[in-house]
């Protein structure tokens, strides 16, 4: 892909979004993280936060940065199906396709991919509610 600098382009062109980072862009293995420390090096991949990947997916935390000022290829859903989808499951009747911003009336909540009219989950295990 390049450099961090040129995928956080494409996301921004990708989103509709104004989105600057405070801090610094790192491209490790594919994926966008933001470190704001001062002065590391960042040898390990693990440090700073993963916003992104490169095929412009969102993590949670990347579609918040982007979400204030994103126009295009974004989604507002309602806090029922928000709360499904915190939950595990695919939402039904959301034409569009491709990767997406979620948010609900109130804020930016996530990153979402539509495909054949279904908003997929995407939420990795560990971020989904268990009731």
Do not use: C
């Amino acid at each position: 892909m390049g450099e961090p600098e040129e995928l956080l382009r494409k996301l921004n062109d990708r989103y509709g979004s104004s989105y600057q980072p405070e801090g610094r862009l790192l491209l490790r293995k594919e994926k966008l993280f933001l470190y704001t420390g001062e002065g590391t090096r960042l040898p390990y991949d693990w440090l700073g936060l993963h916003i992104a990947n490169i095929d412009l997916s969102l993590t949670i935390e990347g579609a918040q940065l982007l979400g204030p000022t994103a126009a295009k290829n974004t989604i507002t859903i309602t806090k029922q199906q928000a709360d499904r989808y915190y939950r595990g499951q695919d939402i039904p009747g959301i034409q569009g396709e491709g990767h997406v911003i979620l948010k609900t009336p109130e804020r930016t909540i996530g990153a979402g991919r539509l495909q054949n009219g279904t908003l997929k989950n995407t939420l990795p295990e560990s971020r989904k509610t268990k009731l």
